[in-house]
């Protein structure tokens, strides 16, 4: 018969387990749904008579937030297999993803406003369609961010009660 205190373990850690698959799977969904958005993120407008494309693709910034997004969503789909093995190792993937949503913004930030210091033009009143799915990608990438700082600080209080 087993303890009282060893069953509560075991409970503890089955719901552990259970919280650490939930949140994988829903940052990984909202950022595989943020690199979707953002993949096929593309507006043609015609600026003073001269058809111009917007495309993630043309901009750096947005490809690195693309690409952060798809290697967070693929390491946690390919980690929920794992979760035994790679169960405490989310904070790879906040700062991945941190990093990739500050990129996301402030690039965001000049399309809609523009810079007046440096000369560059708010490009969103021509391209809203554009703007609005890179805002929608940017929205559901701080979601997957945040759900892997908290997997980050589960993680790290489970590892502060781990008595060696």
């Known amino acids: ?22 949140l994988r799977f829903l940052a990984a969904a909202s950022t595989l749904a943020a690199t979707w958005i953002t993949f096929t993120s593309k507006q043609t407008t015609l600026v003073f008579g001269i058809q111009i494309d917007a495309r993630y693709s043309y901009s750096p910034t947005f490809k690195f937030f693309a690409y952060a997004n798809l290697i967070a969503s693929a390491f946690t789909f390919l980690s929920l297999f794992f979760v035994f093995v790679l169960g405490n190792k989310p904070a790879i993937m906040t700062v991945l993803l941190m990093g990739g949503c500050a990129a996301a913004t402030a690039i965001g930030y000049v399309g809609k406003y523009g810079n007046s210091h440096s000369g560059w033009v708010a490009i969103c009143g021509y391209f809203g369609k554009f703007c609005n799915r890179i805002t929608a990608a940017s929205l559901l990438s701080y979601f997957g961010f945040l759900l892997y700082l908290l997997l980050t600080v589960i993680s790290a209080n489970k590892s502060r009660q781990i008595q060696v």
Request: aromatic residues 4%.
């Open 1 to 22: 018969m087993e303890k009282p205190h060893t069953i509560r373990i075991l409970k503890t850690h089955k719901s552990f387990i259970l919280t650490q698959i939930s």
